[in-house]
T-cell receptor, first 115, second 116 residues
Framework: DQQVKQNSPSLSVQEGRISILNCDYTNSMFDYFLWYKKYPAEGPTFLISISSIKDKNEDGRFTVFLNKSAKHLSLHIVPSQPGDSAVYFCAASVNSGGSNYKLTFGKGTLLTVNP | NAGVMQNPRHLVRRRGQEARLRCSPMKGHSHVYWYRQLPEEGLKFMVYLQKENIIDESGMPKERFSAEFPKEGPSILRIQQVVRGDSAAYFC??????????????FGPGTRLTVT
């Protein structure tokens, strides 16, 4: 059962344009959402997160939007740069006893930013 | 300030052999998490350990898999009698404490296990 879904395996955008990566989830108990970026032969690195009490979080070129009613979140990167080319994972967790350690990941979306 | 270290980076085992994967957390981190990524899948939580304690192993297969995090030395994920379906990338993450903020998990580069 895929509780976190990233339905687009890949996305290609031009440098300078906006990249929009989408993620859907099915578990209504999820209350914390994260985006990770992964380069080949490396582990995932944290990018940005959002709590379920918010609908938007912004950090520089990266913005995450959360639509709880639709169980959908998206990551916007603007402007996109060639160095952003990587696999992006959406992840979610449930607060259990004050901790959100068990992350559930989507399958990832390969973003390619063309110069 | 070294990050999370995992070794070996690549491991090839024949069916029936044992695989031992090691994870050294970041300095000052006493919480370790293991995740598995099967081909074409996302990472899946396996187990959460603190020094000398298994806190949550709900994601670990009941047979053949075990994990430990001794008082001294790295965390070890052990897979006995490996089968082809165990072929995957195994990632370790560490954190300084059991945090409310999950991003405090710092991931290692992973060990790619291939079972022939």
């Amino acid at each position: 059962d895929q509780q976190v879904k990233q339905n687009s395996p890949s996305l290609s955008v031009q440098e300078g344009r906006i990249s929009i990566l989408n993620c859907d989830y099915t578990n209504s108990m999820f209350d914390y959402f994260l985006w990770y970026k992964k380069y080949p032969a490396e582990g995932p690195t944290f990018l940005i997160s959002i709590s379920s009490i918010k609908d938007k979080n912004e950090d520089g070129r990266f913005t995450v939007f959360l639509n709880k009613s639709a169980k959908h979140l998206s990551l916007h990167i603007v402007p996109s740069q060639p160095g952003d080319s990587a696999v992006y994972f959406c992840a979610a967790s449930v607060n259990s006893g004050g901790s959100n350690y068990k992350l559930t990941f989507g399958k990832g979306t390969l973003l390619t930013v063309n110069p | 300030n070294a990050g999370v270290m995992q070794n070996p980076r690549h491991l090839v085992r024949r069916r029936g052999q044992e695989a031992r994967l090691r994870c050294s957390p970041m300095k000052g981190h006493s919480h370790v998490y293991w995740y598995r990524q099967l081909p074409e899948e996302g990472l899946k939580f396996m187990v959460y350990l603190q020094k000398e304690n298994i806190i949550d192993e709900s994601g670990m297969p009941k047979e053949r898999f075990s994990a430990e995090f001794p008082k001294e030395g790295p965390s070890i994920l052990r897979i006995q009698q490996v089968v082809r379906g165990d072929s995957a990338a195994y990632f370790c993450a560490s954190s300084p404490r059991q945090g409310r903020t999950s991003y405090e998990q710092y991931f290692g580069p992973g060990t790619r296990l291939t079972v022939t």
